[in-house]
């Protein structure tokens, strides 16, 4: 039998994996863009907006499954880990917006 904070752990897991795509694909134009000096900036700016956002829908559905359901020690676990990746995920984000800022001051692109 399912509990339904199986599920909404389940949803938790689908939204970190989408926001490590998306931080893997914001590293990729960046450092992309760094290295053939090519201005990403427009691209780069679009996936920050779109990381942020995705950070705090999984902060806030982390801390709704917490709230709701009143997790057991394992779920709490999982949940944790999850926050810990969102925030190694926001790191890589600002690794990202260095380049670009980078790029943009010393006129590499």
Same mark, same amino acid.
């Given at each position: 039998?399912? @509990? %339904?904070? &199986? #599920? /909404?752990?389940?949803? %938790? !897991? =689908?939204?970190?994996? #989408?926001? /490590?795509? =998306?931080?893997?694909? =914001?590293? $990729?134009?960046?450092?992309?863009?760094? *290295?053939? /000096?090519?201005? !990403?900036?427009? &691209? *780069?700016?679009? %996936?920050?907006?779109?990381? *942020?956002?995705?950070?705090?829908?999984?902060?806030?559905?982390?801390? /709704? %499954?917490?709230?709701?359901?009143?997790?057991?020690?394992? &779920?709490?676990?999982? +949940? $944790?880990?999850?926050?810990? $990746?969102?925030?190694?995920? @926001? #790191? +890589?984000? #600002? *690794?990202?917006?260095?380049?670009?800022?980078?790029?943009? !001051?010393?006129?590499?692109?």
């Amino acid at each position: 039998m399912h @509990r %339904l904070m &199986d #599920k /909404g752990l389940e949803q %938790l !897991t =689908a939204m970190v994996f #989408k926001m /490590g795509e =998306a931080a893997e694909k =914001a590293l $990729n134009v960046s450092i992309g863009g760094f *290295v053939r /000096g090519k201005d !990403t900036s427009e &691209d *780069v700016h679009e %996936l920050s907006e779109i990381l *942020v956002s995705m950070t705090v829908e999984v902060e806030e559905k982390a801390f /709704g %499954l917490i709230a709701k359901y009143q997790p057991v020690a394992s &779920d709490l676990r999982i +949940i $944790n880990s999850h926050m810990k $990746n969102r925030l190694r995920l @926001r #790191k +890589i984000w #600002k *690794v990202c917006m260095g380049y670009f800022f980078y790029m943009q !001051t010393s006129g590499w692109a």
